[in-house]
T-cell receptor
Framework: AQSVTQPDARVTVSEGASLQLRCKYS??????LFWYVQYPRQGLQLLLK??????VVQGVNGFEAEFSKSNSSFHLRKASVHWSDSAVYFC??????????FGQGTKLSIKP | EAAVTQSPRSKVAVTGGKVTLSCHQT?????MYWYRQDTGHGLRLIHY???????EKGDIPDGYKASRPSQENFSLILELASLSQTAVYFC???????????FGPGTRLTVL
């Protein structure tokens, strides 16, 4: 069975600082992986996705993620965060027929 | 632009009553999904469909039914609403079993 773990429920960083949000997955096959962002009172929006190939994938708004098969990880990074990045971030692994398994989410807060 | 809409956006229901949540997509997508989100948690799949007039059980289908009368519409039905079904419900669509999912804005359901 597939599963996703986001070990950090909350992360706080200063505006302009770099960011890493952690995601660990479990899958018997090479998975396809997603990062979604949820702003308050809104639905989820896709940040980036990984299917195969280059392990570093670029997303919207300066986000990138790196897939590591050896570490079973798909961490999200951003070089310099902005106050508007405050949101909840979800890592998800894709299963058969598009069924997504989500992590518990990481709430990101930005200090001015 | 692709769009997934949900109605109602918010609903208060009584225990034991019937609740129907509706989802409409203009993406021309074959796949549609219903998830629930509980406070502080990720999303969990309730039902999904990959063709009109057919639905499949997700990971937590107990207490829920689904209906897909057309490609564009996908409903979630709670025949006998219970307190434990208080949550935010999200609908999503995708054009294949591996593509990204586009999410609606969510329906906040409170069962009293």
């Amino acid at each position: 069975a597939q599963s996703v773990t986001q070990p950090d429920a909350r992360v706080t960083v200063s505006e302009g600082a770099s960011l890493q949000l952690r995601c660990k997955y479990s899958s018997s096959v090479t998975p396809y992986l997603f990062w979604y962002v949820q702003y308050p009172r809104q639905g989820l929006q896709l940040l980036l996705k990984y299917y195969s190939g280059d392990p570093v994938v670029q997303g919207v708004n300066g986000f990138e993620a790196e897939f590591s098969k050896s570490n079973s990880s798909f961490h999200l990074r951003k070089a310099s965060v902005h106050w508007s990045d405050s949101a909840v971030y979800f890592c998800a692994v894709g299963g058969p027929l598009g069924k997504l398994i989500f992590g518990q989410g990481t709430k990101l807060s930005i200090k001015p | 632009e692709a769009a997934v809409t949900q109605s109602p956006r918010s609903k208060v229901a009584v225990t034991g009553g019937k609740v129907t949540l509706s989802c409409h997509q203009t993406n021309n997508h074959d796949y549609m999904y219903w998830y629930r989100q509980d406070t502080g948690h990720g999303l969990r799949l309730i039902h999904y469909s990959y063709v009109a007039d057919s639905t499949e059980k997700g990971d937590i289908p107990d207490g829920y039914k689904a209906s897909r009368p057309s490609q564009e519409n996908f409903s979630l039905i709670l025949e006998l609403a219970s307190l434990s079904q208080t949550a935010v419900y999200f609908c999503a669509s995708s054009d294949s079993g591996v593509a990204e999912q586009f999410f609606g804005p969510g329906t906040r359901l409170t069962v009293l």
